[in-house]
């Protein structure tokens, strides 16, 4: 697969020659391939956020660049509004941004920014409403009308309808109720297959991460320090711990079994595989 | 970014002018005012702008941010004084088609600018050094005989103090909803006038939206604690005249006598 996104030596600086002064990312070196999933983790302003905002051109790195393709995203002024077509962000809370009369036309807002034609606007927003699991009786509602769910699949639906080849999405499930998160996560799984798009999502549930990355980045004070596949970042548990991080708690537990002599396989990152670990484990003892 | 407003922030430090009551403060600017207002020669002048600039230096603020708060309103302080300079009585030094200047005319642009300057100077020591929900405690105290016509200070006092503080909260989620509409392709650089007003709504109404929702949020709040006004509240910090507030006021008294003076005598 190719490399779609790429870093070299991404900084920025807030606040640049006052007292406030903040280095929030530090020469960051990441190459994205088209397809991958990629998690993205870090304490609370460790950079997330800020480097999300450079990925597609919100926030102008202090030095360093940001190539999509094979283009440096801030080398043309002009093109940086099809750039933010091509890498769509969500915002955390998208749901504060809403403002159209009807749920349609917010959502059509993006698509209608691109210069579509009608007939593909509507096609769009039909189906972004659809990935981002809204039912079309709610799409003449006004989305100040929605419950908070509904209006956080609006929002996520106004980044879909735009059908960028990078999804960035800024912690989507924060605050939602642990069955709003689930189906959530499932559909920006089932959307990514479909589209097979790109798709950076910042979370603070490592079980989230755990499920759907393809490749973990995490972030420490400004630093990338791993980008590697989940299983070799949950593998560094003691690492992860000093960042104020940790691992799923099923790895957590599994670990323990492990250390109590249960012969469990190493890295086992989700409820699924530990599920059919332990129950084929006691198959194996005739115990079920 | 929009959040590089200065006019009139609150710069912590550890200055006598920090630690005078802020009743006092808020007074004897108000004196100092009529102050620079009532100078009728350089002398008088002369005195009220030696004044400002000790309150300058001891207020430790630095320099810096007095001249970016000034910055502001150089168009205001030049286009006044330019004004004056045409509007004098008496034998014109300089004429040229309607232009005349006379000898008042260029002392009044000399007074009302250095008097602009003054008063922003002066203004800027007192926002400087006093904290926003201080000031608003001063000034609820000092409305507080208006309480007799049924004016309800203590309402407007803590009208200010949200106010006051919910300007970087609105500034930083205008930001945010900014950077969240660029995301979706909103375009607020180009076009006309009318289109870019238009660009505005996508802003607007959700940032009234929260507005809204923080006011309603915070009521809340305050009802469950039982907040009901200003009948029967004590406070926490308590102000207190000492014996430095008493010495700034014999020094604005001494400068208004030199003032009177210089008016009179010289």
Redesign the interface.
């Known amino acids: 697969m190719s490399t779609l996104l790429k870093t070299e030596n991404l900084c920025f600086t807030y606040a640049k020659g006052t007292p406030f002064e903040k280095q929030a990312v530090k020469n960051v070196n990441i190459e994205i391939k088209k397809g991958e999933v990629i998690g993205v983790i870090g304490h609370t302003g460790s950079g997330k956020s800020t480097l999300m905002?450079m990925l597609?051109g919100?926030i102008k790195p202090t030095s360093g660049t940001v190539y999509l393709g094979d283009t440096d995203i801030f080398e043309n002024k002009k093109t940086l509004?099809d750039v933010?077509?091509r890498v769509?962000?969500?915002?955390q809370y998208?749901e504060?941004?809403?403002?159209e009369e009807t749920v349609r036309k917010d959502i059509s807002?993006?698509p209608r920014?691109?210069g579509l034609p009608e007939e593909a606007i509507a096609k769009r927003v039909k189906s972004a409403a659809k990935f981002a699991g809204l039912k079309d009786e709610l799409l003449d509602r006004s989305p100040?009308d929605l419950s908070g769910g509904e209006k956080r699949r609006a929002a996520i639906a106004?980044?879909i309808a735009?059908d960028p080849e990078i999804l960035i999405l800024d912690e989507p499930t924060a605050g939602l109720d642990p069955m709003g998160r689930d189906t959530l996560l499932a559909q920006i799984d089932a959307y990514h297959k479909a589209r097979a798009n790109t798709v950076l999502l910042v979370s603070h549930s490592m079980e989230d991460i755990a499920r759907i990355a393809d490749r973990v980045l995490v972030m420490y004070k400004g630093d990338c320090v791993m980008l590697q596949s989940p299983k070799e970042v949950f593998a560094r548990a003691e690492e992860l711990e000093q960042m104020g991080l940790r691992v799923p708690q099923i790895t957590r537990i599994t670990t323990l079994l492990r250390e109590k002599g249960i012969p469990l396989s190493e890295g086992i990152l989700t409820v699924d595989e530990a599920f059919a670990e332990i129950t084929a484990l006691l198959k194996k003892e005739g115990r079920i | 970014m929009i959040g590089d407003i200065t006019l009139g922030q609150y710069y912590p430090a550890k200055g006598i002018l920090h630690r005078l009551d802020p009743r006092i403060k808020v007074l004897l600017l108000m004196a100092s005012i009529v102050l620079i207002f009532c100078t009728f020669n350089f002398y008088a002048l002369g005195i009220v702008t030696a004044l400002v600039i000790a309150s300058v230096i001891m207020s430790k603020v630095p320099l810096k941010l007095y001249l970016k708060s000034m910055k502001a309103i150089i168009f205001v302080i030049l286009l006044t004084a330019v004004l004056n300079l045409f509007y004098g009585a008496g034998e014109p030094i300089f004429e040229w088609w309607v232009f005349r200047i006379t000898r008042a005319g260029i002392h009044n642009s000399i007074f009302i600018a250095v008097r602009i300057v003054l008063l922003v100077m002066l203004s800027s020591t007192l926002t400087f050094t006093t904290s926003p929900t201080d000031l608003t405690d001063a000034l609820e105290r000092l409305m507080k005989p208006l309480g007799i016509f049924k004016i309800k200070t203590h309402e407007i006092a803590m009208m200010m103090t949200i106010a006051l503080r919910f300007v970087p909260t609105l500034l930083e989620?205008t930001d945010?909803?900014m950077?969240?509409?660029?995301?979706?392709?909103?375009?607020m650089e180009s076009g006309n006038i009318l289109k870019r007003i238009k660009a505005l709504?996508?802003i607007l109404?959700?940032l009234f939206?929260?507005a809204f929702r923080r006011a309603y949020e915070l009521a809340m709040a305050m009802e469950c604690r039982c907040y009901q006004g200003g009948s029967g509240r004590t406070r926490m910090k308590q102000l207190h005249m000492g014996a430095r507030d008493a010495v700034a006021i014999i020094i604005i008294a001494l400068v208004t006598a030199g003032v009177v003076l210089c008016n009179i005598f010289l």
């Open positions: 905002q597609n919100l509004r933010r077509f769509g962000l969500v915002f998208p504060n941004q809403l403002f807002f993006g920014n691109m100040f106004g980044v735009m | 989620e945010k909803i950077s969240a509409q660029k995301a979706r392709g909103a375009d709504i996508p109404i959700p939206v929260s």
